[in-house]
């Protein structure tokens, strides 16, 4: 059974670096053909997919938030990390890490089925 667990610091300032760290058990970050997401919800807003780095490697981001975001990854924890740079309090929001599935190497994005647990990231001013 494939579990996420999210999870970083809830209190972040303004101006300065989000960092969040997703933990994957029984399931390996490298396994084809899966890509390993992060997605955020803010209050009264629905979700907003942020970027993805796939099981090669390969990172995606949303072109809005692109020139702020990095995803990386550390195979031999078996962890993916978020980093959003020059926080606003509008990046307020529940962050969930998340794993995509995709069709073979043309990673074209089908679905997710297993979510970490979210968690709330307060940006102050």
């Known amino acids: 059974q494939v579990q996420l667990q999210d999870s970083g610091p809830g209190l972040v300032k303004s101006s300065q670096t989000l960092s969040l760290t997703c933990t994957v058990s029984g399931g390996s970050i490298t396994t084809r053909y899966y890509g390993w997401s992060w997605i955020r919800q803010s209050p009264g807003k629905g979700l907003e997919w942020m970027g993805v780095i796939a099981y090669d490697g390969s990172t995606y981001y949303s072109p809005s938030l692109k020139s702020r975001t990095s995803i990386s990854r550390d195979t031999s924890k078996n962890q993916f990390s978020l980093q959003l740079s020059s926080v606003t309090p509008e990046d307020t929001a529940v962050y969930y890490c998340?794993?995509?599935?995709?069709?073979?190497?043309?990673?074209?994005?089908?679905?997710?089925?297993?979510w970490g647990q979210g968690t709330q990231v307060t940006v102050s001013s």
């Open positions: 998340a794993r995509a599935s995709l069709v073979y190497y043309t990673y074209i994005f089908t679905g997710y089925d297993y």
